[in-house]
Structure formats: C-alpha cells, structure tokens
C-alpha cells in the first residue's frame, strides 16, 4: 500500500504518517499540489491524503484531467467542517478529522487495500481452482484467468498476488475494456512531455506503476490488435517505451490477464495474437459459473449480507429458510455481482429478524421466481450446468479433469479407472505421470484424496 501525504507535516500529519506506516503504508510526503502531481507521475500511488488547506479542487481536477484514477481523501483540523463538506464537494472520496484516529485511518487504508473484494468459496469446483492458482502463486509464470462476467476474475487474480513472492509490492490493475483504444497506449506504458495534446508532464505509465509487483490486464480481448505487438515485446523483453520517448524502460512484473471470451477462439478469428495468447497462458485458471458452484451460493450470501448490514449500519441479519431456497435456486445469469446486488438490496429492503424472501428481488422491485423443483427440471439444469462448463476449455483441460475425477471415484486403482475410461492402464499411467510433472496431485490407492473424494 502506497501513500502519497500532500501538505506541510505538523505534528498532526506526522501522526497520521507514523499511524500509516505502523499499518504496512508505505509514505511519501510532498509540499503542495504541484509537488504531489508530480510524484503521482513519476512513482504512483494507491491513496492520496491532502490537507484541506491546500485546493483540493486543483488536485482532483488535475488528476481527472491527466486520467489518474488515485482516490483522493482530505484531512483537517476536526472543528472546520465547512472545509470537509467542501473537500467533499471538490471531489475527495473521504474526510478523516484531525488530530488522527489510528483506527479510523487503518479503516480507511483497508478499505482501499482490500478494495471491497473479499475471496469466498467452499464448493469443490472452486477449491481445484483456487489450489492450482495457490501453487503456481510463487512462481513469476503468467497466468490467464478466464470465466464468465461478474464469477471474480480479478479476486482470484489479487488472491494470486497476495501469495507471491511479490505480495508487499503493488498490484495495478488496467481494465483493457474500459479504456479508449486511442488512450490505452499512454495507460499501459506513460508518455513524454508534449507527445499528444494534454500530455502536460512526463507520466510513468501502469506498467512502471507495477514495477516490482503484479500488472492484472483485465479483459485483455478487447485489445486492439495493434496494442498487442507492443504489449507482446514488454512481455518478452521486460521493457516498454513511453508515447513519445526515445529510450527503453526497464520494468521488472509479473502479468495477469483475464477474460470472459475464449481467446483460443479469437486467435482462430484473427482478432487476438497467438503469439501472445501461449505469452500469457502458460498457467490457465478457469473459474465456473456460479450455477456450477452450488455450494458457493449461500457462503457467499451470508458474506454479502453481512458486508452490507456494517456498511450501511443495519443490523446482520441472516437469510431466512425460504429466502436461502430462493437464493439457491436461481440460475444467478450475472454470477456473482448478480448476487451481490441482490443481496445487498435485500439487506436494504428487509424488516424483521430475518430476510425474508419478499426482500429478494429484482432492481425492478420484481420478485425472483424459484426455478422449477420438478426431477426433469432440476436434471435439465444439471445438464445445462455441465454443457457451460465445458464451453472455453481445451479437449486436454476436459480429459485432465475426467481422467482425475474418474481416478477419484476408484479410490486411485488405476486398473479400475483404465476400465470406465476405454483406455488402457498404459496410456493411464502415461497421462498421470504428465499431470503429475505439471504439480497436479494425483490420487494414489486408499489415499485420502481418494477416500474424501468417495465418501
């Protein structure tokens, strides 16, 4: 956590400095506005704090108009609150009263370390997932998550960085999709002084941001084409060349990328680079949908409810017997956002020592119908759920996972597994002995992977 202290260190900000730093806060302090601009360009940083004797109108529109996305929170003495609703008006997120409150600061630098996005999970489908991306996490090997929109892509990406080696330094992230293409350029690698108009400065650009740390390239499809070649030789040779400079930087990361499109399939379409697509998917995470995950659904509704009772100073309050069906049932098409957004509408919405199913609706104040309970219509999802699971993986993801799971269900005999696959103990042995040389475990008779996975 990187935090940029902008205004004349009294006693009051040297509290406040030391108070961040005893919470992991790494501090750099700047005299005024310009001075904060300036090393927001050159070094970057997770939180800005200003005090509210300095403009922080200059400051935020400076950072709008240069397209630097760093939250900004005001502090003053604790008796002007004329200043903090104006702090607030000019555009800073939050206002921390001074003298500090160690509390209320560690709140705020957790809040934007965290950044609201806590990793839950229980469902099997999840835990091979999250295991396979917790051994590859110490490596400095690329790794390509992919899944459909709103399953946490970039939760599991942060998780990958909070256990590796680079854990204490940043991770940036660059939504690929949200950017404008003309833009994304000076986004990802910086600019000179004067390369375009409103470059106003030297900016270092996310890749410098991240140096040392991890650079997530979220919905790296939406690429254009163009952008990839450069991207692909930063990849390759560990150094980028800023919009209008003349000279290579040396950056030193390790890259995430995420989508929610098959890439193998655009490279087929021409649309993305197969060079750099076998560049990033040395390691490939596919997280399921939520409907895949069954045992995920309520974990994570007891979580939302809760996060959402403190934020907003209601009462937790749990999900009733027919609240828990609703939620359990439903097809959850937007994943887990979707859920999210329900719950947190139900903890809004609900009255009583419970939420109840009457709270669960949609952002038209429609109620969730539960889906059929019927055999035929609970066997059609199942079906549905296996079929979207196999959308987006490789033929050698699908007969790894068969092969494993086959292995499981016979306790590890392998004589047995050979029997139900149509294959021979040969060609068995053969492919467990590569997944076992990728870091995959691998059941082995009466082991008790085997067992817990039988009983």
């Known amino acids: 956590m990187r935090l940029l202290m902008i205004g004349r260190l009294n006693g009051e900000l040297v509290t406040a400095s030391k108070i961040a730093m005893s919470r992991g806060a790494a501090v750099t302090q700047a005299d005024g506005v310009e001075q904060g601009l300036a090393t927001l360009r050159a070094k970057g940083a997770d939180l800005v704090m200003i005090d509210v004797g300095l403009s922080v109108r200059d400051l935020v529109g400076a950072l709008n108009e240069e397209r630097i996305r760093t939250p900004v929170v005001a502090c003053g003495v604790a008796a002007d609150a004329r200043a903090a609703v104006a702090a607030i008006q000019a555009g ?49 090997a690329s790794v390509l998550i992919t899944g459909e929109s709103g399953t946490g892509k970039e939760v599991l990406a942060r998780h990958v960085h909070a256990r590796s080696n680079r854990a204490a330094k940043p991770f940036v992230s660059v939504n690929c999709a949200a950017i404008p293409e003309a833009l994304l350029e000076s986004e990802l690698f910086g600019h000179e002084k004067g390369a375009f108009t409103g470059a106003v400065a030297r900016r270092i650009g996310r890749f410098e941001e991240a140096n040392g740390g991890t650079l997530l390239l979220d919905e790296i499809s939406e690429m254009d084409v163009r952008l990839q070649s450069k991207l692909l030789r930063a990849l390759q040779e560990r150094v980028i060349d800023r919009v209008g400079g003349s000279a290579p930087v040396k950056v030193d990361i390790r890259v995430l990328a ?91 919405l609900a009255s009583g020592a419970e939420i109840g199913p009457e709270a669960i609706l949609t952002p038209e104040g429609d109620a969730i119908a539960a889906a059929p309970a019927g055999p035929a219509a609970r066997a059609a999802q199942v079906a549905e759920a296996a079929t979207r699971g196999l959308v987006g993986r490789t033929v050698a993801q699908v007969e790894c996972d068969l092969i494993l799971d086959t292995l499981d269900h016979c306790l590890g005999n392998r004589t047995h597994a050979a029997k139900i696959l149509g294959i021979s103990i040969r060609t068995l042995r053969n492919k467990l002995n590569e997944y076992v040389e990728a870091g995959l475990e691998v059941a082995e008779p009466g082991s008790a992977r085997a067992a817990a996975a039988y009983g």
């Open 92 to 140: 800073a997120k939050e206002y921390i009263p001074l003298p500090p409150d160690p509390e209320l600061i560690a709140a705020v630098l957790e809040a934007v370390a965290a950044d609201g996005r806590a990793f839950v999970w229980r469902d099997p489908s999840m835990e091979r997932v999250v295991k396979l991306a917790e051994q590859v996490a110490r490596s400095e």
């Open 258 to 348: 995420t989508s929610n499109r098959n890439l193998a399939e655009e490279v087929r379409k021409g649309s993305f680079r197969e060079d750099l697509f076998y560049r990033l998917n040395v390691v490939h995470l596919r997280l399921p949908a939520l409907r895949e995950r069954p045992a995920d659904i309520l974990e994570l509704a007891a979580h939302f409810s809760k996060k959402y009772a403190e934020v907003n100073g209601l009462p937790v309050r749990p999900l009733s017997r027919a609240a828990q069906t609703l939620v359990r049932e439903n097809p959850w098409r937007g994943n887990v956002r979707e859920l999210e957004n329900t719950v947190h509408r139900a903890v809004l």
